[in-house]
């Protein structure tokens, strides 16, 4: 019999929500940073708090499944000033109420809607439209300050970075940006033409990023917590990962603002502003990753490799 | 009420498995690839036999959970010899029958091995040894013939593309290649040393690509049919995502070499040939993106996002 140690890969690299865990029950102490190589977690364990950024409550969604589980959204209405006025509507009439997730495809996206949207029995959509202006992407002068340019090659945009806290892209050319399909990011389903998407179905990415459907659809958000509950789901076996059987699909019992719950019951998150002086050492941390673990230091990261951290606020 | 048309994104984005499933599926009949988008579904039924290679039965891994699901992985013994040679060993001597997938993190991987590997309870590793040379990466003159490289600009390595079916990159300067962390990359599980890899306990990728692994552990292979399996597990509430309780654990039932098996039960898979004529097709495919659904055409594709088919032959 060997006494053989755990071989555990990285044992440096907490996950990202282990380690906004950690970092968010770290108590008010002061971690030296010294030493060529502070982990993420003592990163922003002593990071200002000035250095983070509450979230505004009427950009949360937050979904309760079935299940029990929650899941919370961080919406981008700067990204998608009319999509995600729709989502916010369609939140405060309670229109995903009673509705499903209709969808699981491996290594890709996790769906949810009404799953009787084509038939007589579909769900009314309430005051919003069933087609909308697409919002694929937007001018680089429309609320391009605050874009945090990354020095990272892309295999699919001239420029990569971070948006108000979002994976970001940019064409020079076209002078456009856009928000990225990284894991975890919350798009609007559509049909074949471009005013399709009102965002009514919602998709979430669930595996390697499909980078090949940035500008094809509308993202509005991402999962800022909770995503565990979307990405476990058992895979549906119809076309595209759709559920065959109703009883496959998981109900959804509400969506709701944040800012449309009473105030004791809401989660209050905040972030890690990309443009603070922490930032910087974040990337430099994934860049370098000089832990004992590592014996080759990547030095690069790829957008949708960034920590973007978000903790849930002291009270 | 709305009769509205249900909102699926990416119609045309059938999920690789649906394709190879569809492919394989389809008779001999003849699909013209007539007009400009054919699909990656008709690419391939209309491949040729010869662009197609039969997996040998010594390089596929069958592993089966006690919920009866089966996952299929193939290895690259041409990418890692010591180390797959190990992995044979341990197969052909039954070590992980009755061991469990003892980590699920979310966004990273799953891990499976012995639960009690670092207790005197340990199973015992049979024939091989607890350390092993690593085999992180290898000489680009060693096993290089049959490269194909991707144009397709990569963050983290100078040049990217394929290698015998797998997904690759190389250092130029370093004259080194070695196989990329992509969804479904199956590496070795490792301590703080480099030799401390023996392939007892394996992960697999299941998220987006953690491409700073890469040259930083051995990978050994892919899984090739059942990642759902894995990918849908529900995630560990533990530190990396190993599971707390041993209950929530799911159990190993067996992983055998397909050329253990009988005959009559071995799966017979065969892959697209990286260097055959209808690959760079698969390529055109996933670069241009005509299809109807497509508004915008990515014109690119980043190394693990492109589709490298697998099927299981035809009797």
């Keep these: ?23 968010a029950k770290a108590p008010n102490k002061t971690v030296a940073l010294t030493g060529p190589a502070p982990s993420l977690t003592e990163i922003l364990a002593v990071s200002p708090a000035t250095d983070w950024e509450p979230l505004d409550p009427s950009q949360l969604l937050v979904m309760t499944l079935a299940n029990s589980h929650q899941v919370v959204i961080y919406l981008a209405p700067f990204a998608a000033p009319n999509t995600v006025a729709n989502i916010q509507t369609l939140a405060h009439e309670k229109y995903w109420d009673g509705l ?66 979002f994976a970001a892209a940019r064409d020079l050319k076209q002078h456009r940006q856009w928000l990225t399909h990284c894991y975890g990011a919350v798009g609007v389903g559509r049909g074949e033409t471009a005013d399709s998407g009102n965002g009514q179905e919602l998709y979430v990415v669930n595996g390697h990023s499909p980078r090949h459907l940035d500008r094809n659809v509308t993202i509005v958000g991402k999962v800022i917590s909770g ?29 709701r603002l944040a800012s449309d719950l009473p105030e004791a019951s809401r989660p209050a998150f905040e972030r890690l502003s990309t443009m603070s002086k922490t930032f910087p050492a974040v990337l430099k941390n994934r860049r370098m990753r000089r832990d004992g673990w590592f014996l080759h230091s990547p030095q ?14 002291k009270n």
């Design 227 to 255: 995503m565990e509950f979307l990405s476990s789901l058992p895979r549906g076996t119809g076309p595209l990962g759709f559920y065959k059987k109703p009883e496959e699909r998981l109900s959804i019992t509400s969506v």
């Design 100 to 165: 499903a997730i209709v969808r699981s495809q491996d290594n890709y996206v996790v769906q949810w809607g009404d799953p009787n949207a084509e038939s007589p029995q579909a769900k009314s959509i309430g005051s919003v439209k069933p087609t909308l202006v697409p919002e694929f992407d937007m001018p680089m002068t429309t609320g391009s300050a605050g874009f945090f340019k990354l020095r990272a090659r892309d295999a699919y945009a001239d420029v990569v970075g971070f948006w108000k806290g």
């Design 300 to 313: 690069a990261v790829d957008v949708c490799n960034v920590p973007l951290p978000f903790r849930l606020r």
């Design 1 to 23: 019999m060997k006494d053989l140690p755990m071989k555990r890969i990285a044992s440096l690299l907490v996950a990202l929500a282990a380690c906004i865990a950690l970092a």
